[in-house]
């Protein structure tokens, strides 16, 4: 052998000629361009292997196809690309081509009254695939929300409503008398569970939008209690009354966010899940909701 020639093993014959559905690299480092940010993503990169008799992919080629990724902003066009990419280099060996990316978005959002803003995170996973010359999208998206128990909230409601009967029994009712009770702790003598709740939305697109932005917005504008960032005492009396116009079950939330995903064009198909962990129980509500929408 000639000191300049490497041997290559994947070029080689498989000893058992077995076709395989998904072969490549997980958990490749790669920054990408999400509505103007630089993100730091990591991606799942794959092609089926359809010719059992050859021993290997090629994943370097795989690899370098994800260099396109790089410095355009993320498109669906894009992601055709890099699958086209990866199906041309494996020509005569692979049918589909796969390629998932999880990053963590960050938004800026203003608080709710005063002046201010901060940052919030929101894990999102693009999956895409090239199978028998088809192209899909999918994306997984988590919301973070609260979630104010409406039975519980029935149930203080009734506490309060006979602290007031205890209160004023016998008394002729005048108004600075009331005022000043329904200020004070007696008058709120019970308060509701509420819970730090998560979306996870898991829909399929149609088209050529990859409309993640948009899709987070519409998911907190319909549950209505978006977890906040920068937060002074009327940015939370607004969340409070927010809460308070906004009690909900998990499967309220379900149902509120179906609607919502239900209303965008974009959306073919989806799968929803809702999990209210709750401080009543040590356990979880959850609730899920699927739809694919009707061509008929
Ligand atoms: N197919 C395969 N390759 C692996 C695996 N683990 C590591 N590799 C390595 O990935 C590297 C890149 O493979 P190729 O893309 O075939 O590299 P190459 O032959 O130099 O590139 P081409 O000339 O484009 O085929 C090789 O050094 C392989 O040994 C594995 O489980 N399967």
């Given at each position: 052998m000639n000191a300049l020639t490497l041997p290559d093993i994947a070029a080689q014959a498989s000893r058992q000629a077995l076709p395989l559905d998904?072969?490549?690299?997980?958990?490749i480092a790669l920054p990408i361009l999400i509505d103007g940010q630089h993100l730091t993503a990591t991606a799942d990169a794959g092609v089926s292997l359809d010719?059992?008799?050859?021993?290997?992919?090629?994943?370097?080629?795989?690899?370098l196809a994800l260099e396109m990724l790089d410095q355009q902003p993320l498109t669906s066009a894009l992601l055709r690309?890099?699958?086209?990419r990866f199906l041309d280099t494996h020509e005569g060996l692979s049918k589909n081509a796969y390629l998932r990316i999880h990053t963590q978005l960050l938004l800026k959002r203003p608080a709710l009254v005063s002046p201010l803003a901060g940052w919030k995170t929101y894990p999102v996973s693009i999956e895409a695939r090239l199978e028998n010359q088809m192209f899909h999208v999918e994306l997984k998206i988590d919301v973070t929300y609260s979630s104010t128990c409406p039975c519980s909230a029935a149930l203080a409601r009734q506490l309060i409503q006979q602290q007031f009967v205890d209160d004023f029994a016998n008394t002729p009712l005048q108004h600075e008398a009331v005022l000043a009770w329904l200020g004070s702790a007696d008058g709120i003598v019970a308060t509701p569970h509420s819970q730090r709740s998560s979306a996870q939305l898991h829909v399929q697109l149609q088209g050529t939008d990859l409309p993640i932005v948009?899709?987070?917005n519409a998911a907190e504008a319909a549950l209505g209690?978006?977890?906040?960032t920068a937060v002074k005492r009327a940015d939370e009396q607004a969340f409070a009354?927010?809460?308070?116009?906004?009690?909900m079950f998990c499967e309220d939330a379900a149902r509120r966010l179906?609607?919502?995903?239900?209303?965008?064009?974009?959306?073919?198909?989806?799968?929803?899940?809702?999990?209210?962990?709750?401080?009543?129980h040590a356990h979880d509500a959850v609730a899920e909701s699927r739809w694919t929408r009707d061509f008929a």
């Open positions: 998904w072969v490549g690299m997980r958990g010719d059992g008799t050859a021993r290997g992919i090629h994943m370097s080629r795989l690899y690309n890099v699958l086209q948009g899709l987070i209690t978006a977890v906040q009354l927010a809460n308070g116009q906004n009690l179906n609607l919502a995903l239900k209303r965008s064009d974009a959306i073919k198909a989806f799968h929803l899940q809702v999990i209210h962990a709750e401080s009543l």
